[in-house]
């Protein structure tokens, strides 16, 4: 079945440092990709997303390439500040069937001045 | 246009009672998610519907827990004889029509059951 890793965490970088976050996939069909966001106390909010491959996601500096060849959504920012704390998941959609998001554990970023 | 609205944002429950969980779509959104988020844990889909229809819960319990999202007014996660291990946050989500690409988040209950 369609399923989500994610790099575990906690992560901890100092303010400036280079972020990736990894993440991989197993979908039977042809899944679309996500970043989330969720905030301390806060619900998810969509970070950026990719529909096939190849795409390239991005939003606020973040940025994320859908890998066929590897199944990889990897998240990369290059210079993290310390509001970037929060906790990073990596979900799927597959579009055969559209009706759920399978979502990896998260990893948590704290980003220290 | 407000995003999609839970509510209440925290609950306490003791052992036994029930909970009600509310979701109100955003404007114009007629399908509709919930997913559960247990302690260090990502998160679960439950169940997805539209108007008046449950469309799949095959991520729901198969006892106490139930899903409505009538004609009118919000969708409701309803937990009767609640346990402690039903402490967890629970996420509602909308889209516009079916497929979760354009879903957004709603901001999450807190159940706690003590």
């Known amino acids: 079945g369609d399923s989500v890793t994610q790099m575990e965490g906690p992560v901890t970088l100092s303010e400036e440092a280079f972020l990736t976050i990894n993440c991989t996939y197993t979908?039977?069909?042809?899944?679309?990709l996500f970043w989330y966001v969720q905030y301390p106390g806060e619900g998810l909010q969509l970070l950026l997303k990719?529909?096939?491959?190849?795409d390239k996601g991005s939003n606020k500096g973040f940025e994320a390439t859908y890998r066929k060849e590897t199944t990889s959504f990897h998240l990369e920012k290059g210079s993290v500040q310390v509001s970037d704390s929060a906790v990073y998941f990596c979900?799927?959609?597959?579009?055969?069937?559209?009706?759920?998001?399978?979502f990896g554990t998260g990893t948590s970023l704290t980003v220290i001045p | 246009n407000a995003g999609v609205m839970q509510n209440p944002r925290h609950l306490v429950r003791r052992r036994g009672q029930e909970a009600r969980l509310r979701c109100s779509p955003m404007?114009?959104?007629?399908?509709v998610y919930w997913y559960r988020q247990l302690p260090e844990e990502g998160l679960k889909f439950m169940v997805y519907?539209?108007?008046?229809?449950?469309?799949?819960e095959s991520g729901m319990p198969k006892e106490r827990f139930s899903a409505e999202f009538p004609k009118e007014g919000p969708s409701i996660l309803r937990i009767q004889q609640v346990v402690r291990g039903d402490s967890a946050a629970y996420f509602c989500?909308?889209?516009?029509?079916?497929?979760?690409?354009?879903?957004?988040f709603g901001q999450g209950t807190r159940l706690t059951v003590v």
């Open positions: 989500a909308s889209s516009p029509r079916k497929g979760v690409t354009e879903a957004f």
């Open positions: 979908a039977t069909g042809y899944p679309s």
């Open positions: 990719a529909t096939k491959a190849d």
């Open positions: 979900a799927l959609s597959d579009t055969n069937t559209g009706n759920q998001f399978y």
């Open positions: 404007k114009g959104h007629s399908h």
């Open positions: 519907l539209q108007k008046e229809n449950i469309i799949d």
